[in-house]
Nanobody, 114 residues
Framework: QVQLVESGGGLAQPGGSLRLSCTAS????????MGWYRQASGKQREYVAS???????DYGDTVKGRFTISRDNSKNTVYLQMNSLRPEDTAVYYC????????WGQGTQVTVSS
């Protein structure tokens, strides 16, 4: 059974940057479309970005121009580079397959505050 593991979160200043990573244990992500999602406290999970196995990307309106999703199949990892961070980006960030989700991982906390 695939187990998704997110990492790289932490505390950032407004305007700062973080890079998140997503890996899957005992499974290759190479042939999967993958996405990033986030959930703020008391809110529904929100779509952030996605990338196909051919590296075609898509972004939610609130992060477009600031975030970049990428993948390194040799490292079995999907990344989310987050620049120009805003306080409203504060949330737990998760990765998963957009169409056929696996069980959700623990996520990684991103907090943007001065």
């Amino acid at each position: 059974q695939v187990q998704l593991v997110e990492s790289g979160g932490g505390l950032a200043q407004p305007g700062g940057s973080l890079r998140l990573s997503c890996t899957a244990s005992q499974s290759s992500l190479r042939n999967y479309n993958m996405g990033w999602y986030r959930q703020a406290s008391g809110k529904q999970r929100e779509y952030v970005a996605s990338i196909t196995w051919t590296s075609v990307t898509d972004y939610g309106d609130t992060v477009k121009g600031r975030f970049t999703i990428s993948r390194d199949n040799s490292k079995n990892t999907v990344y989310l580079q987050m620049n120009s961070l805003r306080p409203e980006d504060t949330a737990v960030y998760y990765c998963n397959r957009p169409s056929r989700p696996c069980p959700w991982g623990q996520g990684t906390q991103v907090t943007v505050s001065s």
